[in-house]
């Protein structure tokens, strides 16, 4: 099973940017669809992006949409996330994870592989 670890986070202040990245143990190109989540003191994770295996379809969260870029490189087995523009309501855990669902989902549980996640505070 492919493994997932994330990197790239810590402190910025708000308009700042930063760039999280996830690193698969294995080619993550012809199996799996790509994910970011995030999860904030006291409240459930949710849906940041998602990128097919491709490449070639995203998908973003109202809250984030032009704000983040979802990329990946298949060759060096990493998905990274753009973060431009931050407030501090994007202070969170951010977590990589992996699905085999056939078409990129929003949702938690179509996403059976997920990394440690990294921390992202942005301060005001």
């Known amino acids: 099973q492919v493994q997932l670890v994330e990197s790239g986070g810590g402190l910025v202040q708000a308009g700042g940017s930063l760039r999280l990245s996830c690193a698969a143990s294995?080619?993550?190109?012809?199996?799996?669809?790509m994910g970011w989540f995030r999860q904030a003191p006291g409240k459930e994770r949710e849906f940041v992006s998602a990128?097919?295996?491709?490449?070639?379809?995203?998908a973003y969260a109202d809250s984030v949409k032009g704000r983040f870029t979802i990329s990946r490189d298949n060759a060096k087995n990493t998905v990274d996330l753009q973060m431009s523009t931050l407030k501090p309501e994007d202070t969170a855990v951010y977590y990589c994870?992996?699905?085999?669902?056939?078409?990129?989902?929003?949702?938690?549980?179509?996403?059976?592989?997920w990394g440690q996640g990294t921390q992202v505070t942005v301060s005001s």
């Open positions: 294995e080619r993550p190109g012809s199996r799996y669809n």
């Open positions: 990128i097919s295996r491709s490449g070639g379809n995203t």
């Open positions: 994870a992996a699905s085999t669902v056939y078409y990129i989902r929003s949702t938690a549980a179509s996403y059976g592989y």
